[in-house]
């Protein structure tokens, strides 16, 4: 069974910065790709940033030059650096893992934290 357990989340002012965590338990291993989904209230969850197997790395538009994805495969942990915050970036924030096979970066994430919140505000 698989578990993605996110931390880091809270209360930032603008132009702060956080990091995010998400351990990894269970069959997830580094042929996993593993990602960062986000998600504001009445909006759609969109993609944040994603790592693949390989290492190769895929931002959102709107985060680039900003954010930074990384992972620490003898750990099952993947990370994401947060700078420059804004009010854009407030919502919640899930971890999600694809499956080895799935075509990366934009296919189906078949596992799922429960989200960690994030809140940009003076």
């Known amino acids: 069974q698989v578990q993605l357990m996110e931390s880091g989340g809270g209360l930032v002012q603008p132009g702060g910065s956080l990091r995010l965590a998400c351990a990894a338990s269970?069959?997830?291993?580094?042929?996993?790709?593993m990602g960062w989904y986000r998600q504001a209230p009445g909006k759609e969850r969109e993609l944040v940033a994603t790592?693949?197997?390989?290492?190769?790395?895929y931002y959102a538009d709107s985060v680039k030059g900003r954010f930074t994805i990384s992972r620490d495969n003898a750990k099952n942990t993947v990370f994401l650096q947060m700078n420059s915050l804004n009010s854009g970036d407030t919502a919640m924030y899930y971890c999600?893992?694809?499956?080895?096979?799935?075509?990366?970066?934009?296919?189906?994430?078949?596992?799922w934290g429960q989200g960690t919140q994030v809140t940009v505000s003076s």
């Open positions: 790592i693949s197997s390989r290492g190769n790395i």
């Open positions: 269970g069959s997830i291993s580094s042929s996993n790709a």
């Open positions: 999600a893992a694809q499956k080895s096979w799935r075509t990366w970066p934009t296919g189906l994430y078949d596992y």
